[in-house]
C-alpha cells in the first residue's frame, strides 16, 4: 500500500536549514494498522503531511497503492488525496453550520457524487460509527467523542485506500478516547489500512505497530503482541459521556 525510499524533507534550505524527514524509508501493507510516536520536532507531522499528500518530499520516492506521488503536481495530489485517502483531525475540523449527516457528505459532494448516492453512503458510514440518532445534529450540539465519530465517518464515504488520524484523541478525555479507538480497532479488522500520530503511549498500544521518530529519523518500528486484535465490544453510538 505505501513504500517510501530515503525520504527527505527540508525547509528553507538556503539559509538555516531544517531538516524534518531524514532518510526515511518505510513500507506499510494493506490492512495494517501503524502508529506514529516521538516527541515535539521529531518529524511525526511531516511524515503525514507527505504521506497525506498535503506536501512533496525534497527528495526520496514515495509510492502510494502502487502510484509513485512523490514527483506529482499540486492538481494531481489534490485528486489523490479526495479518492485515496482519509483524514482524522485531533479537532474534528468539521464545519460548525452543517449537521452531522451534510459534515459526513461534504468529501462526495467535492467528488461529484449525486444526492442520492451520496447521503445513502454517508448514514451507512454514520452508521458504522454509532451515530445515527445524531444525523440532524449540528457540531456544537455534539460531545468532543460524538464530533470525532462523525469525523471518522466523513474520512470512510469516499472508501479510501488509507485513513491518516492526527492525534485524533488529543482533545479527548479517557472514556471518549477509549471509544474511538475500539472505533478504529473494527475498521482495521475490516481490514481499512490506518496510520494514527499518536504522544500517548496507552493509544498507540492499539495498533498493531509502532513507529518510533526522532530528529526526522526513524529510529524504531515496533510489531505489537496480537493480543490486544481480539474482538472487543464497541460502547453503545451516540452516547453523550
Not at 52 to 65: A, E, F, K, R
Not at 85 to 96: A, D, S, T
Not at 122 to 149: F, K
Request: net charge neutral.
Amino acid at each position: 500500500m505505501i513504500k517510501m525510499e530515503r525520504i527527505n524533507k527540508i525547509y528553507r534550505p538556503q539559509s538555516n536549514p531544517v531538516h524534518a524527514l531524514q532518510e526515511v524509508s518505510l513500507h506499510i501493507e494493506g490492512g495494517d494498522f501503524v502508529a506514529v510516536m516521538g516527541p515535539s520536532g521529531s518529524g511525526k507531522s511531516t511524515l503525514m503531511n507527505v504521506l497525506g499528500c498535503l506536501d512533496t518530499p525534497s527528495s526520496g520516492t514515495y509510492w502510494l497503492g502502487g502510484i509513485e506521488v512523490s514527483s506529482m503536481n499540486s492538481d494531481q495530489l489534490a485528486s489523490i488525496r479526495n479518492r485515496k485517502i482519509g483524514f482524522v483531525f485531533q479537532n474534528y475540523n468539521l464545519l460548525p453550520r452543517m449537521t452531522a449527516l451534510r459534515n459526513v457528505e461534504l468529501p462526495m459532494l467535492y467528488a461529484g457524487v449525486e444526492n442520492k448516492k451520496r447521503q445513502a453512503r454517508a448514514l451507512d458510514c454514520i452508521e458504522q460509527v454509532g451515530m445515527l440518532d445524531r444525523i440532524h445534529h449540528r457540531p456544537a450540539e455534539l460531545s468532543g467523542g460524538q464530533c470525532q465519530r462523525i469525523a471518522i465517518a466523513r474520512a470512510l464515504v469516499n472508501s479510501p485506500d488509507i485513513i491518516l488520524a492526527d492525534e485524533p484523541t488529543g482533545n479527548l478525555d479517557s472514556a471518549s478516547s477509549l471509544e474511538i479507538m475500539h472505533i478504529f480497532q473494527s475498521l482495521h479488522r475490516n481490514n481499512t489500512t490506518i496510520i494514527l500520530v499518536t504522544h500517548e503511549a496507552e493509544i498507540a498500544a492499539f495498533a498493531r505497530r509502532v513507529l518510533h521518530f526522532r530528529d526526522g529519523r526513524l529510529t524504531a518500528d515496533e510489531i505489537l503482541s496480537p493480543q490486544h486484535l481480539k474482538k472487543t465490544p464497541l460502547p453503545k453510538g451516540g452516547e453523550d459521556i
